[in-house]
C-alpha cells in the first residue's frame, strides 16, 4: 500500500506561480513512476506530467515550458513547480503512483485546489 498526501495548492492570479508537493508513504520500493493529474470541473482527469523512476519526464503540451515535475527520493516527496498559471489551469490536482508490473496509476492523493484568476 502506498499513501500520497498532497499540499501546495491555493489561489494565485494570472501570470503568478505554484508549487505543488506529494509526499508519498508506505510500500514504495517499487516505484516504476509517479505522476500529477488535474481535473477541472466537467472535464476528464487529465495527466499534467509524469516522472518516471530513472527520472525521465512526460509534460502535457499544456504543461509544457511552465511546468516543472520534480523528485526528491530522501524525502519520497513529488513536486510540481508551476509558473505563468493561467485560469485554464484551475483543477484538482491530484498525485499518482504507479508501481511495477501495473499498466496504470494504481495509488492517487485527495487532491489539492489550484485556483487561478483573471
Known amino acids: 500500500q502506498v499513501q500520497l498526501i498532497e499540499s501546495g495548492g491555493g489561489l494565485v492570479q494570472a501570470g503568478g506561480s505554484l508549487r505543488l508537493s506529494c509526499v508519498a508513504s508506505g510500500d514504495t520500493s517499487s516505484n516504476y513512476g509517479m505522476g500529477w493529474f488535474r481535473q477541472a470541473p466537467g472535464k476528464e482527469r487529465e495527466l499534467v506530467a509524469s516522472i518516471g523512476s530513472r527520472g525521465s519526464t512526460y509534460y502535457s503540451e499544456s504543461a509544457k515550458g511552465r511546468f516543472t515535475i520534480s523528485k526528491d527520493n530522501a524525502k519520497n516527496t513529488l513536486y510540481l513547480q508551476m509558473n505563468s498559471l493561467k485560469p485554464e489551469d484551475t483543477a484538482v490536482y491530484l498525485c499518482?503512483?504507479?508501481?511495477?508490473?501495473?499498466?496504470?496509476?494504481?495509488?492517487w492523493g485527495q487532491g489539492t485546489q489550484v485556483t487561478v484568476s483573471s
Open positions: 499518482s503512483y504507479r508501481g511495477i508490473g501495473t499498466s496504470s496509476y494504481n495509488y
